[in-house]
């Protein structure tokens, strides 16, 4: 079964517009939180990621916010760029094995000019 | 800038033949993965290798084997290859297990199995 959930499958928005790309999980062992971004034709690239001890970590345009207690994640995009249009996936690991990564299903973003 | 090689890019395989994928990474990287990722499951970890020699099975391991001759090199082995095994995988490596860890994936193998 999916350990990690996330949502919209798919999504567009405008050129200078916020982006809110959501997932959940139930395994509250996990503790490590990193979104990666993938563009067509390309491997998956780590954008941004966040521990459980933190509820919010920014990068730029790009903010990860942390629900501990809701066992919830999201990503937002401020001032989205047509250049941003990518798959983008959450991602949850825990404990002795960092490394070891379960990813969210995905969630496609245009962003039309 | 971390480099991970992936080859075949794409290959087409027979039903039942032998398939293998190949990845070299010249990061120095203690630790390289296989992952397979399908359209609406993301990506999904099939073994991973943190020493040559020695490898470790991932969440989804069955009909895969996989083997790490040295450091830098780490192959993805399909023996009978079958219809359910088409999909796009790919090879990542990172310098440790612990947070903050960065996975650095190549561009991916496409495979079709007819």
């Known amino acids: 079964q999916q350990q990690v959930r996330q949502s919209p499958q798919s999504l567009t928005v405008w050129e200078g517009g916020t982006t809110v790309l959501t997932c959940s999980y139930e395994?509250?062992?996990?503790?490590?939180f990193p979104w990666y971004q993938q563009f067509p034709g390309e491997g998956p690239a780590l954008l941004i990621s966040?521990?459980?001890?933190?509820d919010k970590k920014e990068d730029g345009r790009f903010t990860t916010f942390f629900n501990k207690r809701e066992k919830k994640l999201s990503l937002h995009i401020i001032d989205s760029q047509p250049g941003d249009s990518a798959t983008y996936f959450c991602?949850?690991?825990?404990?002795?094995?960092?490394?070891?990564?379960?990813f969210g299903s995905g969630t496609k973003l245009t962003v039309e000019p | 800038e971390a480099a991970v090689t992936q080859s075949p890019r794409s290959k087409v395989a027979v039903t039942g033949g032998k398939v293998t994928l190949s990845c070299h990474q010249t990061?120095?990287?203690?630790?390289m993965y296989w992952y397979r990722q399908d359209t609406g499951h993301g990506l999904r970890l099939i073994h991973y290798?943190?020493?040559?020699?020695?490898?470790e099975k991932g969440d989804i391991p069955d009909g895969y084997k996989a083997s790490r001759p040295s450091q830098e090199n780490f192959s993805l082995i399909l023996e009978l290859a079958s219809l359910s095994q088409t999909a796009v995988y790919f090879c990542?490596?990172?310098?440790?297990?612990?947070?903050?860890?960065?996975?650095?994936f190549g561009e991916g193998s496409r495979l079709i199995v007819v």
């Open positions: 990542a490596s990172s310098v440790d297990r612990y947070s903050g860890n960065t996975l650095y």
């Open positions: 395994d509250s062992t996990f503790n490590y």
């Open positions: 966040i521990l459980s001890v933190s």
């Open positions: 991602a949850a690991s825990r404990g002795a094995n960092y490394n070891v990564l379960y």
């Open positions: 990061n120095n990287h203690d630790y």
């Open positions: 290798s943190y020493v040559a020699d020695s490898t």
